[in-house]
């Protein structure tokens, strides 16, 4: 089934420790993103790739980084979790970076940090 | 920069009845796209419908229809003929139509469907 597959699911992670949420996509889409939903917040950018081999941040990036080596592939990663990144956590593909498209979403990864 | 505002953390509705849930943005922007989703408890973001701001006609997908006012830059969703499966939270979301336009999403309003 075409679509974006996330992993893990879920995690309880210990502070401190580094975490990469992984992402892909079969539909070979340019765009990803990633949005953290946190609640009365909804969700919010926290980086973007509009092609392959390129990366830009969003509104949150603080604390994150990402690459994009290949279309399909988009994995964030925590450097140092802090309880303040406990979230949900999409991952989302475009076919375009623009246009009237909405996104096609990922089932989400719930993270702790402890 | 833009902002989408939902005002209604959670909205009520009995099966079979109609609800509408707000949504207002802010954008200096005239040529843009404007997004209602869904999101039930299985966590899944499902794209309910899509309003482009250069046509007047409001979207309509079965029992779920937009009344889009771009000069009073509203949005808002009308739910018909409520059903149990409608129960989500239900996200507006903005997308610029520029070349490298973002999803910008509001904080959600949760519907309860009461039998």
């Known amino acids: 089934i075409a679509g974006i597959t996330q992993a893990p699911t879920s995690q309880i992670l210990a502070a401190g420790r580094r975490m990469t949420l992984r992402c892909t996509q079969d539909m070979r889409h340019n765009a990803m993103y990633w949005y953290r939903q946190d609640l009365g917040l909804g969700l919010r950018l926290i980086h973007y790739?509009?092609?392959?081999?390129?990366?830009g941040k969003g509104e949150v990036p603080d604390g994150y980084s990402v690459s994009r080596a290949n279309t399909d592939d988009f994995p964030l990663t925590l450097a140092s979790a802090v309880p303040s990144q406990t979230s949900v956590y999409f991952c989302?593909?475009?076919?375009?970076?623009?246009?009237?498209?909405?996104?096609?979403f990922g089932s989400g990864t719930r993270l702790t940090v402890v | 920069a833009q902002t989408v505002t939902q005002s209604q953390p959670e909205m009520s509705v009995q099966e079979a009845e109609t609800v509408t849930l707000s949504c207002t943005y802010d954008?200096?922007?005239?040529?843009?796209?404007l997004f209602w989703y869904k999101q039930p408890p299985s966590r899944q973001m499902i794209l309910v419908i899509r309003?482009?701001?250069?046509?007047?006609q409001n979207a309509t997908e079965n029992r779920f229809s937009v009344n889009f006012q771009k000069a009073a830059k509203s949005f808002s969703l009308k739910i018909s003929d409520s059903q149990l499966g409608d129960a989500a939270m239900y996200f507006c979301a903005y997308r610029s139509a520029n070349s490298w336009g973002k999803l910008q999403f509001g904080a959600g309003t949760q519907v309860v469907v009461t039998p």
């Open positions: 309003q482009e701001a250069y046509k007047q």
């Open positions: 989302a593909s475009s076919d375009r970076a623009g246009g009237p498209y909405g996104y096609t």
């Open positions: 790739s509009n092609t392959a081999g390129t990366t």
């Open positions: 954008t200096s922007e005239s040529d843009y796209y």
